[in-house]
């Protein structure tokens, strides 16, 4: 970092926070949301704010020419927007999981470095000149292709969420960590390019008894499901590429498999292996692992797609009010592995009252939907809550809902509405209401 970047910072104790107050104050005046949204952008402070009646050093002086970052990074201001692990969740970081920083993002797709990760045996480094990803099992002739032959394949372009059944684990039997990013964070929407499995199989020719696929990764821990034939032949992805570029080495380079809808687990990263057999494997990961046990102490198997759901990501715990009263965006993330989200509603105390959030941006099944509600906060205290519904007609289940349904014993798909408690201060708690 140059002297003449660390120079450029606005100094804590200048102008703007102060302004914004007063113009929100003179937009409450005349009254409403939009009319504040008017003063906001107007001028009427500028005389006082030196911030514009001053030269600033970004101004006055030539910034870094081209190629001074050949691979581009985030701002320096925005070095706060990284994945974070909980240190005490897991005995080692190979085996272990960190969690997408979801109050700082918006629109619909994560930036490939904060991409949560989920490994259970560290991140296979492979080279693409030695990687490679073989048919065998049921199937007329067993192939293996190289990186260079899968690209020689019709590929697709399809943009998905990976959620980790995992996700909101931690808050089966109450309200636990504090933020988005850790309550909601085990899941990533990005962009696919890859070649549908079912070009694969096809070329190697599934036998008529061939009903399941087996996935297995190249890494140490070797991650193996059993995925069955429809869903294979349906809409799965053999992918090489997310947002445009290669995959990261967290997230499989150079090869992983896309299963749209379905639980992260199923992704194997690092694909090396399918194998067409006539029955699942019942693998560890579908059974001491990505069970859920019932009320009953009987384990329900198989729980393959990912229900509706919907999270509040700002104001949230890590996103506290930053401005007082007056206008209010209120925004979120909602998904479901059944198809579209079709509307999110939203509730500022506590689930009695609900108002349809608006959805902005690309809506596509098996996707992120971004939602937003404007409103104009009185200052009081809320219990916000969000809750999704999907094209299906599945609406997203209250904790109480979903504990009656699935007892108390369950860790994976908790997909209960989220409560946070904003305080009349800005900031804001995670609690649950029963
Ligand atoms: N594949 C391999 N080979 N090894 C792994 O540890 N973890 C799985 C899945 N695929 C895993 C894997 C789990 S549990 C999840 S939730 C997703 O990958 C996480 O994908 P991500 O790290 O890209 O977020
Ligand atoms: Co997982």
Partial sequence: MSD???????????????????????????????????????????????????????????????????????????SHVVRRD???????????????????????????????ERHHGGVAEISPADHRLM?????????????EDLKRFPRENRIYFLECAANSGMEWRGAQLNGCQYTHGMIH?????????????????????????????????????????????????????????????????????VVPGWEGNMWVKWLRRLEVGDQPWHQREETSKYTDLLASGKARRFTWVMDAKSVVTNPSPQAPIPHGKGPLVISGVAWSGNGKITRVDVSIDGGRNWKTARLDGPSLPKAMHRFYLDIDWDGSELLLQSRAMDEEGFFQPTKDELRIARGENSIYHNNGIQTWHVKGDGTVENVEVA
């Fill in 4 to 78: 003449k970047k660390a120079s450029g910072q606005p100094p804590k104790d200048s102008g703007p926070d102060m302004n914004r107050r007063t113009l929100l104050k003179a937009g409450l005046a005349t009254g409403g949301a939009a009319a504040s949204a008017a003063a906001l952008s107007g001028a009427a402070m500028a005389d006082s704010d030196r911030l514009i009646t001053e030269i600033q050093d970004w101004n006055r002086y030539l910034g870094d020419g081209v190629q001074a970052n050949p691979y581009g990074m985030p701002s320096e201001f925005e």
């Fill in 86 to 116: 909980v240190e005490w969740l897991t005995a080692s970081t190979e085996s272990s999981i960190n969690f997408t920083p979801l109050h700082e993002l918006d629109g619909i797709l994560t930036p490939n470095g904060l991409c949560f």
């Fill in 135 to 147: 048919i065998n099992g049921l199937v007329d002739t067993p192939l293996v292709f190289t990186m």
């Fill in 189 to 257: 929407c990005v962009m696919y390019t890859g070649v549908p499995l079912k070009y694969l199989l096809e070329e190697a020719g599934v036998k008529t008894t061939g009903k399941w696929v087996m996935p297995e990764g190249a890494d140490s821990s070797a991650m193996t499901r059993s995925i069955p034939m429809e869903k294979a032949l349906d809409d799965c992805l053999v992918a090489f590429k997310m947002n445009g570029e290669a995959l990261r080495p967290e997230q499989g380079y150079p090869l992983r498999l």
